[in-house]
Protein backbone atom coordinates (compact mmCIF):
# COMPACT_ATOMS: atom_id res chain seq x y z
CA UNK A 1 0.00 0.00 0.00
CA UNK A 2 1.17 3.67 -0.89
CA UNK A 3 1.81 6.42 1.66
CA UNK A 4 -1.60 8.46 2.56
CA UNK A 5 -1.73 11.77 0.66
CA UNK A 6 -4.40 14.81 0.51
CA UNK A 7 -4.40 17.40 -1.51
CA UNK A 8 -6.92 20.51 -1.70
CA UNK A 9 -7.32 21.98 -5.05
CA UNK A 10 -9.87 24.80 -6.06
CA UNK A 11 -11.26 23.21 -8.89
CA UNK A 12 -11.81 20.35 -11.61
CA UNK A 13 -8.39 21.43 -14.09
CA UNK A 14 -6.15 21.14 -10.56
CA UNK A 15 -7.65 17.95 -9.83
CA UNK A 16 -7.37 16.12 -13.00
CA UNK A 17 -3.49 17.41 -12.86
CA UNK A 18 -3.25 16.43 -9.28
CA UNK A 19 -4.59 12.95 -10.28
CA UNK A 20 -2.51 12.78 -13.09
CA UNK A 21 0.62 13.62 -11.34
CA UNK A 22 -0.53 10.40 -8.69
CA UNK A 23 -0.41 8.35 -11.29
CA UNK A 24 2.62 9.28 -12.52
CA UNK A 25 3.97 8.52 -8.67
CA UNK A 26 2.23 4.57 -8.80
CA UNK A 27 -0.89 5.21 -7.23
CA UNK A 28 -3.65 3.66 -9.11
CA UNK A 29 -7.05 5.32 -9.99
CA UNK A 30 -8.85 2.52 -7.72
CA UNK A 31 -7.38 4.14 -4.70
CA UNK A 32 -7.49 7.78 -5.59
CA UNK A 33 -10.85 9.16 -4.32
CA UNK A 34 -12.21 12.84 -4.80
CA UNK A 35 -14.69 14.83 -2.44
CA UNK A 36 -16.55 17.59 -3.33
CA UNK A 37 -19.33 19.51 -0.95
CA UNK A 38 -21.93 19.57 -3.44
CA UNK A 39 -23.41 15.63 -4.48
CA UNK A 40 -23.42 17.24 -7.98
CA UNK A 41 -20.50 18.80 -8.55
CA UNK A 42 -18.48 15.76 -6.64
CA UNK A 43 -20.38 12.96 -9.23
CA UNK A 44 -19.34 15.07 -11.82
CA UNK A 45 -15.52 15.55 -11.01
CA UNK A 46 -15.77 11.71 -10.05
CA UNK A 47 -16.75 10.63 -13.27
CA UNK A 48 -14.55 13.53 -14.97
CA UNK A 49 -11.81 12.13 -13.55
CA UNK A 50 -12.34 8.47 -13.50
CA UNK A 51 -11.83 8.45 -10.05
CA UNK A 52 -13.16 6.15 -7.33
CA UNK A 53 -16.61 6.41 -5.26
CA UNK A 54 -16.66 5.32 -1.69
CA UNK A 55 -18.41 1.84 -1.56
CA UNK A 56 -19.48 -0.28 1.20
CA UNK A 57 -16.03 -2.05 1.05
CA UNK A 58 -14.40 1.29 2.12
CA UNK A 59 -17.17 2.61 4.53
CA UNK A 60 -18.03 -0.70 6.00
CA UNK A 61 -21.91 -1.65 6.34
CA UNK A 62 -22.91 0.09 9.88
CA UNK A 63 -20.97 3.44 8.43
CA UNK A 64 -22.79 3.26 5.64
CA UNK A 65 -26.56 2.96 7.72
CA UNK A 66 -25.22 5.37 9.70
CA UNK A 67 -24.27 7.64 6.68
CA UNK A 68 -28.19 8.11 6.46
CA UNK A 69 -29.08 9.88 9.29
CA UNK A 70 -25.79 12.21 9.22
CA UNK A 71 -25.56 15.88 7.57
CA UNK A 72 -23.37 16.11 4.58
CA UNK A 73 -19.92 17.13 6.34
CA UNK A 74 -20.53 14.43 8.88
CA UNK A 75 -20.59 12.36 5.76
CA UNK A 76 -17.71 13.13 3.98
CA UNK A 77 -15.90 13.35 7.46
CA UNK A 78 -16.37 9.68 7.85
CA UNK A 79 -15.42 9.04 4.43
CA UNK A 80 -12.18 10.50 4.89
CA UNK A 81 -11.89 8.53 8.06
CA UNK A 82 -12.35 5.19 6.42
CA UNK A 83 -9.92 5.77 4.01
CA UNK A 84 -7.47 6.32 6.72
CA UNK A 85 -7.14 10.01 7.34
CA UNK A 86 -7.19 11.13 10.88
CA UNK A 87 -10.27 12.46 12.84
CA UNK A 88 -8.32 15.69 13.25
CA UNK A 89 -7.28 15.95 9.40
CA UNK A 90 -10.93 15.27 8.49
CA UNK A 91 -11.92 17.74 10.20
CA UNK A 92 -9.10 20.56 8.52
CA UNK A 93 -10.44 18.95 5.19
CA UNK A 94 -14.03 19.24 5.91
CA UNK A 95 -13.58 22.80 6.02
CA UNK A 96 -11.65 23.43 2.81
CA UNK A 97 -15.17 21.59 1.54
CA UNK A 98 -17.37 24.25 3.18
CA UNK A 99 -15.15 26.97 0.66
CA UNK A 100 -16.05 25.34 -2.05
CA UNK A 101 -12.55 23.85 -2.71
CA UNK A 102 -12.33 19.84 -3.83
CA UNK A 103 -10.40 17.79 -1.81
CA UNK A 104 -8.64 14.13 -3.32
CA UNK A 105 -7.29 11.33 -1.39
CA UNK A 106 -4.69 8.46 -2.61
CA UNK A 107 -4.08 5.54 -0.87
Do not use: C
Amino acid sequence: MMNLKTYVVENGVQATQIIQELEGQGYDKDHIYLFAHDTTRSKHLTEQTDTRHIGLKEEGVFDKMANVFRSRGDKLRERMTSLGVSQNKANELEEELDEGRVVIVAQ
